[in-house]
């Protein structure tokens, strides 16, 4: 199993991201695809998951309105949209594969920073 995460960076409040996470060596269309973000000091927070069929469910009340989740299972590959950035979105941003009965698998993260 491999992830390959792109699109982080360092942006100014207001600004924009797309992340994505390239997965392989798994059935990636049998998968719940999610966003995590982690801040220094913080727990791990979901972001947002999307069903297998493309279904979207933001999870953070923070960030609804402003980030967009996306799959294409042609490209094994699920997007975060980030628009109208805050500094408070500054984290490690993790894509994690779910089975739904058990079997996990997480990227390696990309850092987001958001700062003038």
């Known amino acids: 199993v491999q992830f390959v995460e792109s699109g982080g960076g360092l942006v100014q409040p207001g600004g924009s991201l797309r992340l994505s996470c390239a997965a392989s060596?798994?059935?990636?269309?049998?998968?719940?695809m999610r966003w995590y973000r982690q801040a220094p000091g913080k727990e791990r927070e979901l972001v947002a998951s999307?069903?297998?069929?493309?279904?979207?469910?933001n999870s953070l009340d923070s960030v609804k309105g402003r980030f967009t989740i996306s799959r294409d299972n042609a490209k094994n590959t699920v997007y975060l949209q980030m628009d109208s950035l805050k500094p408070e979105d500054t984290a490690m941003y993790y894509c994690n594969a779910d089975s739904g009965w058990g079997q996990a698998y997480w990227g390696q993260g990309t850092q987001v920073t958001v700062s003038s």
């Open positions: 060596g798994f059935t990636f269309s049998g998968y719940i």
């Open positions: 999307i069903t297998r069929g493309g279904a979207a469910i």
